[in-house]
């Protein structure tokens, strides 16, 4: 039902309208989920379920915050990661309002194909800012639409100030890294990768050595399933690498 209506909205609707008022929509159409059962951590909404999503995953109807989403946003105020100079990859709408908002930290947020609310427009293969800027990073699902991902590593790398973090998460795979450079067409990346802007399957392990091949010490951290994934809407097993230089 949610994928019909998004889909007539979109068609209805100007896009600037909704990206304008999104909010205020999805607080009207999120009054038939408020209850008590179930908490988004993003938004502060109490509600009586959250929207399936296929394959599988998790949608707060109130702000359209995913499960990863909420989990991570969970990891960086654990991590007391939200201050400094924070940089972040394609941001959902639901993490940028909150970030923009939070003065203990400078938040540049990009996207270089215009597909996300962001204010800058920085190619990940050169990221336009001086050695050890960032503080944080934070590059979720990005990696695997990257041809060159080792050139991307390298810049993420100069650009990390010495105690500071990435947090990474890419879909993953069991066994080796799958690519082959020889798939270019979206319907063969489709049937390749899973998706039609995807060039590449990480495995955990292929992703951690890539990583440290270009200099970082990496951690896996992989979320086990725990009775408070039902009321935070989260999604278990799930892993995130932490890449840091010391």
Not at 37 to 52: G, P, Q, S, V, Y
Request: with cysteine.
């Amino acid at each position: 039902m949610y994928t019909a209506l998004k889909k007539i909205t979109k068609a209805l609707i100007p896009k600037k309208f909704l990206l304008k008022h999104e909010f205020a929509l999805r607080r009207l159409f999120a009054i038939q989920y408020l209850g008590t059962k179930h908490h988004c951590e993003i938004c502060k909404t109490k509600l009586n379920r959250f929207i399936k999503l296929k394959p599988n995953d998790l949608l707060c109807p109130a702000c359209g915050s995913r499960s990863r989403t909420r989990r991570l946003y969970h990891l960086l105020l654990k991590d007391n990661a939200l201050q400094g100079n924070v940089l972040h990859f394609s941001p959902s709408r639901s993490l940028y309002r909150v970030y923009k908002k939070i003065e203990a930290m400078s938040y540049v947020s990009t996207d270089f194909e215009n597909e996300f609310v962001a204010d800058y427009t920085l190619d990940i293969r050169k990221i336009d800012f001086k050695d050890q800027y960032f503080d944080t990073i934070i590059c979720y699902h990005i990696l695997e639409h990257i041809e060159e991902d080792f050139v991307a590593m390298k810049e993420l790398y100069r650009v990390l100030s010495p105690n500071g973090k990435c947090y990474i998460q890419t879909p993953f795979k069991d066994g080796n890294i799958y690519e082959d450079a020889s798939m270019v067409s979206e319907s063969e990346r489709f049937k390749a990768f899973g998706q039609k802007d995807h060039v590449r399957l990480y495995s955990i392990e292929g992703l951690k050595e890539r990583l440290e091949r270009v200099g970082f010490k990496v951690s896996i951290l992989t979320f086990t399933p725990q009775e408070e994934d039902v009321l935070l809407g989260y999604q278990s097993p799930e892993t995130v690498l932490i890449a840091s230089k010391t």
